[in-house]
């Protein structure tokens, strides 16, 4: 086990060595490898603040459960119990008959009710889910309209079908830019291994006459894709904090406009850690390719 961390920790050292011996090459690549991850990046980053910010400026979605207009307080009860026992819920509220009649009151329709002999409006529950999915709300719908003294029940799911349909048509264009630019970042980083290998093809025909092992040879060529791969993820994130940074007072003017309170945030720590893994990834790719097609047999 030491001596497999040593040999990783010289493979490092030798790549670092290698990077820091050639700073502008360094700097450009870390510069072409951020500059195309911070494009699918920021786009799921933005379609996250948008999704929140929609959230914020259309309300948290609704179901309503109408009960029938003889039900009493046994029944209403029972209901409650029910919601209560739903785990699928965040939370409920109960509007007695009266208090929605005296709503309608107070929105200007007291003109037109004044000429109804009784209330007309039954007893409701105001349920709230957990999960925003619509296949979610579509269950509890179908589930709360079989339970009894439930006349009616009503979705406010139409705009959150509407969201989830563009949020995945955004996720899945950013998830095809992404695979695109992905692939041309393998593309640059075996490029870039490749004049490595060349310019110590002597060094490498050297050591393995000295009894150098291919995966002695391999190593710090895997360790060099993936450093830079990483320095190109740092990159990234970089460019996304820069631009949420000058995006953040126009979004909030934006939202002030509309009577809402909404910052857009950056990436956080898991976001971050998956750009940083990612971008290493595709560097140790480039790399792993690069060194089997032109270190093969020698």
Known sequence: MTH??????????????????????????????????????????????????????????????????????????????????????????????????????????????????????????????????????????????????????????????RLHALLELGRSAVLMLAGLLGLALVIVTFNTIRLQILTQRQEIEVSRLLGATDRFIRRPFYWFGGLQGLLGGGVALGTVWLGVRALAQPVAALAESYGAVFAITGPGPQESLAVLAFAAFLGWLGAAISVRRHLAGG
């Open 4 to 161: 497999w961390l040593y040999l990783h920790l010289r493979a490092i050292a030798h790549a670092v060595r290698r990077l820091a011996g050639q700073p502008l090459g360094t700097l450009l690549s870390a510069l072409v490898v951020g500059i195309a991850l911070s494009l699918p990046a920021g786009g799921l980053l933005l379609l996250d603040n948008v999704a929140g910010m929609a959230r914020g400026l259309s309300g948290t979605p609704e179901i309503s459960l109408f009960l029938e207009l003889d039900a009493g307080e046994a029944e209403v009860a029972a209901i409650e119990r029910r919601l209560k026992d739903e785990a699928a819920l965040a939370s409920y509220r109960f509007v007695p008959r009266d208090e929605a009649l005296a709503q309608l009151e107070r929105s200007g329709l007291g003109d037109v009710l004044g000429g109804l002999t009784g209330n007309p409006l039954p007893h409701a529950f105001v349920a709230t889910p957990a999960s925003e999915d619509p296949a979610m709300f579509e269950r509890l719908a179908a589930e709360m309209q079989t339970w009894p003294r439930v006349a009616h029940v009503q979705l406010d799911s139409a705009w959150v079908k």
